[in-house]
């Protein structure tokens, strides 16, 4: 239901009131951005929707002189006057992109909105193109038609793309550790050029690997330097994360504190966005399924008879 900071009811009487009168006050009402209205019912309607469903209602009536409009505050049942506002935007949004990588069409058309606490699914069989997506995502390469929004703005106008760049944490299957740094080296350089600090180690912790923060990184396992990896991303602490393949090398463990680490960003109002062939569970999440770039080519055998 929309509660909005007043109540429009539309009175239908013969009040002897021209048309014209009837279009200047609802000239007046309606071009407004915040068309406010109480609906006296148990579902929620689209505002959008509202405003021409009021409108259509009036111009049916215009032939019986409607002409009476009363506007009156409404208090919610905390005793607050609340007022109507226009859907968020979706922090990301995919409108009609379509994506080529070696002349071969990775994605067509698509559209897609992600807002806050949102989680998109990237899944498909090797080469189906789940990097290149989201490396359009990262701004490194541009859709070969469509457009990729920001707030609102194209991400690859170039003032834009300096603040999203800023919102991005990229998580890649090239680790970028430093062998002969300690582990809590290789995440706390990372946090320092983000102008943080304190939240290496409580991050090392949660992924398991706070005993070995003062060892060498050469020391750690696969599994154990993809932890650290996880564990950078959550120490540098941006909104919007792009996750490719995260869960490879993880041991049954490692991809439970995943699935929590992303649980936890999203619950703070963060996006996450994975690439990945291998199951995590991600609550209420989209799934995007990539098509084969390289199909199998027909033999004789497929044009047999079955």
Known sequence: MLVGSWTIEILFFFFGCNKTCFCGVMTFFFPSCFVDIVCYSTFWFDYHVLKLFLFSVCILFME?????????????????????????????LLNNVSCMRNAQQILRHTNISIHDGGALVLTGANGSGKSTFLRMLAGFSKPSAG????????????????????????????????????????????????SKQGKSLPALEFMGLGRLANEKARMLSMGQRKRLQLARVMAMDRPIWLLDEPSVALDDEGVKLLEQMIADHRSQGGIVIVATHLPIDIQDAMILRLPPRFPRRITLVDMLPH
């Open 147 to 194: 457009e990729i929004l920001w707030n609102g703005h194209d991400i690859t106008e170039s003032g834009v793309f300096h603040q999203y760049k800023l919102q991005l944490n990229w998580l890649s299957l090239k680790e970028a550790i430093k062998s002969n740094f300690t582990v809590l080296d290789n995440v706390q350089w990372f946090e320092v050029l983000e």
């Open 64 to 92: 019986y002189d409607l002409v009476f409009i009363i506007c009156y505050p409404v208090v919610s049942l905390e005793g607050h006057s609340m007022s109507l506002r226009r859907p968020p935007l979706p922090r990301l």
